[in-house]
């Protein structure tokens, strides 16, 4: 079973729009952490935002922010005012306690691109 | 800012031979890993390091796999025999802490086997 969905394999932002990219996770373990990361057309992996499971507060970096609903096991990213250098692929990935969150799970990505 | 390097940036080898990736962390990092990201698909856990040991490995990492850190520096992502279906993007990463903490990324090996 999948432990990381994304399920937008690539979407469309208009310049200065915000945007939500969606991410499910499947994990057992009460604790856990959740991480986004940007990938450019470089191939550089860029650490974005995280949310720890036990956070009561959504987590918010600059113009990223994160929409947490344990309940729903959803970890959502939230790009506001986006960029034309915003274009890249966004990776929604977790660690658990379980491997003593050693061992970073990966989502398949979500292609987005900023139209100007 | 202090950064994790790989090198070599690209490796052209061919099937069989046996290659070695090697990568810098952050020098006062303590926990060391090294993913793969075949292209156009998602970034996979391999293997991670503390202590002058594994401490998790996935299933891709098997016995063609070895890490090392052979000095205070580098960490090393050895492949044994390489095949075909091992051409991928490698990255190395590091960390301070490994509970809930940012791993930082190198800037990848490109391997490509023919």
């Known amino acids: 079973a999948q432990k990381i969905t994304q399920t937008q394999p690539g979407m469309f932002v208009q310049e200065k729009e915000a945007v939500t990219l969606d991410c499910t996770y499947d994990?057992?373990?009460?604790?856990?952490?959740l991480f986004w990361y940007k990938q450019p057309s470089s191939g550089e992996m860029i650490f974005l935002i995280y949310?720890?499971?036990?956070?009561?507060q959504n987590a918010t970096e600059g113009r990223y922010s994160l929409n947490f609903q344990k309940a729903r096991k959803s970890a959502n990213l939230v790009i506001s005012a986006s960029q034309l250098g915003d274009s890249a692929m966004y990776f929604c990935?977790?660690?658990?306690?379980?491997?003593?969150?050693?061992?970073?799970?990966f989502g398949p990505g979500t292609s987005l691109s900023v139209i100007p | 800012e202090p950064e994790v390097t790989q090198t070599p940036s690209h490796q052209v080898t061919q099937m069989g031979q046996e290659v070695i990736l090697r990568c810098v962390p952050i020098?006062?990092?303590?926990?060391f890993y090294w993913y793969r990201q075949i292209l156009g698909q998602k970034v996979e856990f391999l293997v991670s390091f503390y202590n002058n040991e594994i401490s998790e490995k996935s299933e891709i990492f098997d016995d063609q796999f070895s890490v090392e850190r052979p000095d205070g520096s580098n960490f090393t992502l050895k492949i044994r025999s390489t095949k075909l279906e091992d051409s991928a993007m490698y990255f190395c990463a590091s960390t301070l802490q490994i509970v809930l903490y940012e791993q930082y990324f190198g800037p990848g090996t490109r391997l490509t086997v023919t």
């Open positions: 949310q720890g499971s036990y956070d009561q």
């Open positions: 990935a977790m660690s658990e306690e379980a491997t003593s969150y050693d061992k970073v799970i």
């Open positions: 994990t057992s373990d009460p604790s856990y952490g």
């Open positions: 020098s006062n990092h303590l926990y």
